[in-house]
C-alpha cells in the first residue's frame, strides 16, 4: 500500500527567502507523485505532479519539486516565498495502476513579511 | 484542468435528519469520481470510489448504508450521509481523474450536524 510522510506541520519562513516543504512516499512499482495547496475552507487546487521524465518538475505559481528515487522524495520549493504562499499544503502518492490519491498529513506553510 | 463543482458549499442540519451533496464535473465526462472527508487540522481520507452506472467502491471502516453514494451520469455524482449525527461534521470533498493523470477536486462541503 502507497504513504505520504510529510515530517513537517508547520514550516515559517520570511517573505522573499527561498522555501522548502518536505514529502516522502512509499508505492509499489513506479510513483505518480503530486503537490496540492489548499486554502481556507476550499478544495485542493493542483500546483504541479511527476509522472516520468526529468526529475525537477516546474508547476504553478512558481513552484518546483524535485523528484530523487533513491531518497524515495518529492520535496516543494519556491525560490522566493510571498506572503500570499501561506497556505496548507499536501503531498500525494498513487501507483500507476489508477488507485485513488493517498496524501499527507499536509503542511502548514506560513510566510512572513 | 478539468472543473469541479459542488452543491451546497455549506449545511447545517438537525441530527437525524439526511444531507445529499452534489458533485458535478463541468468540463470532463468521469467514470470514476472519488469522495473524500477531512477533519479540521487533518488530511483527507478517501471514503469510497464512485463508478458511473455501478455500486461504489468503499474504504474499509466507511459505513456504505451511512454514506450513500449514486453516480447517475458521467457528470454527476451524490453523496448521501443518511441519519446524520453531530461526529458526521466534516468537510467532504469530491474528486475526478481528467485524461491526463491528474485528480482535480471539488471546492468541498462544510456539513454541520447540530
Known amino acids: 500500500a502507497q504513504s505520504v510522510a510529510q515530517p513537517e506541520d508547520q514550516v515559517n519562513v520570511a517573505e522573499g527567502n527561498p522555501l522548502t516543504v518536505k514529502c516522502t512516499y512509499s508505492?509499489?512499482?513506479?510513483?505518480?507523485l503530486f503537490w496540492y495547496v489548499q486554502y481556507p475552507n476550499r478544495g485542493l487546487q493542483f500546483l504541479l505532479k511527476y509522472i516520468t521524465g526529468d526529475n525537477l518538475v516546474k508547476g504553478s505559481y512558481g513552484f518546483e519539486a524535485e523528484f530523487n528515487k533513491s531518497q524515495t522524495s518529492f520535496h516543494l520549493k519556491k525560490p522566493s516565498a510571498l506572503v500570499s504562499d501561506s497556505a496548507l499544503y499536501f503531498c500525494?502518492?498513487?501507483?500507476?495502476?489508477?488507485?485513488?490519491?493517498?496524501f499527507g498529513k499536509g503542511t502548514r506553510l506560513s510566510v512572513i513579511a | 484542468g478539468a472543473v469541479v463543482s459542488q452543491h451546497p458549499s455549506r449545511v447545517i442540519c438537525k441530527s437525524g435528519t439526511s444531507v445529499k451533496i452534489e458533485c458535478r464535473s463541468l468540463d470532463f465526462q468521469a467514470t470514476t469520481m472519488f469522495w473524500y472527508r477531512q477533519f479540521p487540522k487533518q488530511s483527507l481520507m478517501l471514503m469510497a470510489t464512485s463508478n458511473e452506472g455501478s455500486k461504489a467502491t468503499y474504504e474499509q471502516g466507511v459505513e456504505k448504508d451511512k454514506f450513500l453514494i449514486n453516480h447517475a451520469s458521467l457528470t454527476l455524482s451524490t453523496l448521501t450521509v443518511t441519519s446524520a449525527h453531530p461526529e458526521d461534521s466534516s468537510f467532504y470533498i469530491c474528486?475526478?481523474?481528467?485524461?491526463?493523470?491528474?485528480?482535480?477536486f471539488g471546492p468541498g462541503t462544510r456539513l454541520t450536524v447540530l
Open positions: 474528486s475526478l481523474r481528467g485524461g491526463t493523470d491528474t485528480q482535480y
Open positions: 500525494a502518492v498513487r501507483d500507476s495502476l489508477g488507485t485513488p490519491l493517498v
Open positions: 508505492v509499489s512499482g513506479n510513483p505518480y
